[in-house]
């Protein structure tokens, strides 16, 4: 399916999408990417639903047609702060105070949104299937984010969060059980499931 240009022609539309909720460690990372209307590849689509060298290969193309792109983060301590859905919130937000153009829409993928910027918005549901501009910023963010968590993997190795970026997969868990938690988990999400934690 091929991804709409913008919800309303002859605006400054950002499209702003953020990865890493899920996951047990790690910042939440977000991206606001403004494109121009007559911006084209079939290849931009959400991140998820793009092989790794696909999303790779596109980040340049991203960044040198954008009008204006930025990409920001929630800090682990916010995240324990805040909770997990206001960080994204303010990474978002700050991925959109850092535009060197200022929108004057935003498309936000999900179905809700709150912030102090004076911008008008839509939330699109499974937004960054839809517009390009969501899709663009959800592959800044996701390769932004699967880099520093390789970035990590190394400073704390035994968790493989060079292959799952720091999502619960079973060999993250096996990790934790084994190695215990580190100071980038998440001390506000439940790391292992109640039957993994006896004899922890």
């Known amino acids: 399916m091929k991804l ?26 977000a991206a606001a990417v403004i494109l121009p209307n007559d911006f084209a590849n079939e290849l931009i689509n ?27 983060e929630s800090s682990v301590e916010e995240i324990d702060q805040i909770n997990i859905l206001n960080a994204s919130f303010l990474a978002m937000s700050r991925a959109i105070e850092d535009l060197n153009t200022a929108p004057e829409h935003l498309l936000i993928d999900g179905n ?4 102090k ?44 969060w060079e292959k799952n970026a720091g999502y ?12 215990g938690s580190t100071p980038i988990h998440r001390k506000s999400f439940k790391l292992l499931p109640d039957q993994l934690e006896i004899g922890f």
């Open 117 to 160: 910027l004076d911008i008008p918005y839509d939330c699109i549901i499974k937004g960054d299937g839809k517009y390009a501009s969501i899709a663009a910023a959800s592959i800044l963010a996701k390769v932004h984010r699967d880099n520093l968590m390789a970035e990590y993997a190394k400073e704390y190795p035994g968790y493989g």
């Open 4 to 29: 709409l240009p913008y919800l309303e022609a002859n605006r400054l539309e950002a499209g702003c999408d953020e990865v890493g909720r899920g996951c047990l460690c790690g910042p939440v990372v």
């Open 112 to 115: 809700r949104f709150k912030s």
């Open 46 to 72: 959400d991140s998820k639903k793009l092989s790794k060298g696909n999303r790779e290969g596109l980040i340049q193309e991203i960044k040198d047609k954008s009008i204006a792109w930025a990409v920001a």
């Open 168 to 179: 619960p997969t079973k060999q993250h868990r096996q990790g934790i059980l084994e190695l």
